[in-house]
């Protein structure tokens, strides 16, 4: 049983980044996941345990990730489980956790990796730890905390360490674009894609090139930025790497934007919305805060499926644009014209016992 977990286990991770339509993605995920329940070390259960949390999240099935965090969370605290396996669990999950907008507990996880690898010398994910936490910073609006989980971490990039690269360079991109440097956001962009494009893996070209469009845009690049996101969308047509195409149309919005076409834009937000109902591949359009915030509002502005546009703004807490939006879910609404009243998440303000008549008035 061992042994077969780990070599499902390990075709599961190649589905995930190079064989996304592979006829036995399926078998890999039922094999790793019936196994778990073997009688078999913890050594063996938790690694499997994170290369099911892995595919779950970068296929944005996030539902199916959740059993399998319920199964493995109670062999954490098994004497037998080394401190390695400890570690890379809560690295897992804390990206998960980025994924899925929790922020609170996505920062717990991080931080208690962290100091699992303090306390015991280990420095095999500090790197890739640190990056976690950049793309989790800059997608709460913090570029400073962003950058400064990535300090250092530049010495360790070369040729020979593409995957590295990858994730070093598509960090700081986002740090940059969220403090507004054009020529350095298109710099990084360009060096993430092309340590990305050395992986060879479908996952990474749809990945990296959906965002780092935005990054040639940002500096004005825009018919390459196109061209990138056909690219992504040419090779988006893949297994689960399909989820991946509202964040490629949320980015082609984008890009229409800065060029002062909105109708064209509001084209792509329509097609976004019409095959993003499942709010968890839409989910990923909050590790870009700049595209993000910008599309939600225009969509919102166009009329473009509100309900669920405000439902995103509201539980991504984008922030309100200068300009007034009608509808604008805002989390306090007092009115003061008429009759006065309070509202909170669009629902009348309610008290569970005596109405305090005093600072209402007030």
Not at 36 to 49: R, S
Request: hydrophobic residues 45%; contains cysteine; charged residues 20%.
């Amino acid at each position: 049983a061992a042994a077969q977990l780990a070599v499902w286990s390990a075709l599961l991770l190649a589905f995930t980044y190079r064989l996304p339509g592979h006829r036995l993605r399926a078998t890999a995920i039922e094999q790793v996941t019936h196994l778990l329940d073997a009688d078999i070390d913890a050594n063996q259960k938790v690694p499997a345990g994170f290369a099911l949390i892995l595919h779950h999240t970068m296929s944005h099935e996030m539902a199916r990730a959740r059993p399998v965090i319920e199964r493995i969370g109670p062999l954490l605290d098994a004497p037998e489980l080394t401190a390695l396996n400890r570690m890379n669990w809560c690295l897992f999950i804390g990206y998960h956790h980025h994924r899925t907008g929790d922020r609170s507990a996505a920062e717990q996880a991080l931080d208690q990796s962290d100091r699992i690898a303090a306390e015991h010398g280990l420095r095999q994910s500090e790197f890739i730890s640190h990056c976690f936490r950049s793309y989790h910073c800059t997608s709460w609006w913090d570029a400073n905390e962003g950058a400064r989980a990535l300090d250092g971490l530049g010495a360790a990039v070369s040729d020979a360490t593409p995957m590295l690269g990858a994730q070093f360079h598509n960090a700081t991109m986002f740090v940059e674009m969220l403090r507004g440097n054009g020529p350095a956001a298109e710099r990084h962009a360009r060096l993430a894609v092309a340590a990305a494009n050395r992986l060879g893996a479908p996952f990474f070209t749809v990945s990296w090139m959906s965002y780092a469009a935005g990054g040639l845009a940002m500096n004005g690049a825009f018919d390459e930025a196109e061209q990138w996101l056909d690219t992504a969308w040419a090779h988006s047509d893949n297994g689960f790497l399909v989820t991946y195409r509202p964040a490629i149309l949320a980015t082609r919005a984008w890009v229409a934007m800065l060029r002062g076409r909105r109708d064209v834009a509001r084209d792509h937000l329509r097609h976004m919305f019409s095959i993003g109902h499942d709010l968890q591949a839409l989910a990923y359009l909050r590790n870009c805060p700049l595209i993000k915030d910008a599309v939600l509002a225009e969509a919102l502005d166009a009329g473009i499926e509100v309900p669920l546009a405000r439902q995103l703004i509201r539980k991504f807490r984008v922030p309100a644009p200068p300009r007034d939006i009608e509808g604008w879910p805002w989390p306090v609404r007092v009115r003061t014209l008429g009759t006065f009243r309070i509202e909170v998440d669009d629902e009348p303000l309610t008290f569970g016992r005596k109405t305090p008549r005093k600072p209402i008035a007030l």
